[in-house]
């Protein structure tokens, strides 16, 4: 064997072991931060009771999530809501609210809702839809959820949120409804004002720099 095509050998197992370690980096998963220096990101809560629609929003979002785009199946992580960020337009519901008799976002200042399992994963360009299983905590009282979840993929779109900063994106949407009786907010109480169902709906886009 002559030194040339010992050369070339050597070259083309070289090439191929930079195309597998190139690829292992392409497919490796991205930890997203959830903490939006914008404050742009929000959870928005309804209770549409017979007499009264209560309307309010949370910013304070934080946690982490990993997330493979070659793998969205093995997604974990957790989001996290600041309790006393809890916000409606009333400044008498917003004091009861956040009191001992309601949220008692003192005491219980996190919900949390925490990604360990994914199911019916679907895959389409750069969103992936699943119901992603967990425990949701409110109030210090923990409950096991499904809920349904829509992530998009932004690969080098950081950028265009935070300008001069590399890196990708991941947006998460929900949309789900819990029960307040399930977790010790006022249950039975005042129901004609105050729905028993809350209605969720989660916006927000974690950021992986570069």
């Known amino acids: ?81 600041a309790s006393p960020s809890l916000h409606v337009s009333n400044s008498m519901m917003q ?9 008692d976002a003192a005491k219980f200042p996190e919900i949390v809702f925490e990604a360990k399992e994914l199911k019916n994963v679907k895959t389409n360009g750069d969103t992936t839809t699943a119901d992603v299983t967990g425990p949701f905590t409110l109030k210090g009282i923990s409950k096991e959820m499904t809920v349904p979840v829509k992530f998009t993929y932004l690969k080098d779109k950081l950028d265009q949120r935070v300008p001069n900063q590399k890196g990708d994106l991941l947006v998460i949407r929900a949309n789900f409804s819990i029960k307040r009786r399930d977790f010790g907010i006022m249950p039975g109480q005042m129901e004609e004002k105050v729905s028993d169902t809350i209605e969720l709906t989660l916006s927000i886009a974690g950021a992986s720099p570069q």
């Open 95 to 103: 004091q009861h609210l956040l009191s001992d008799k309601c949220m």
């Open 1 to 81: 064997m002559t030194n040339h095509t010992i050369h070339m050998k050597t070259k083309v197992h070289f090439l191929l072991a930079l195309a597998c370690l190139s690829s292992a980096a392409l497919a490796a998963p991205e930890t997203f931060d959830f903490k939006d220096p914008k404050g742009v990101n929000n959870a928005v809560f309804k209770l549409d009771a017979p007499l009264e629609a209560i309307n309010g929003n949370a910013t304070g979002i934080s946690g982490t999530i990993t997330f493979d785009p070659a793998d969205p199946a093995a997604t974990k992580g957790k989001i996290v809501v």
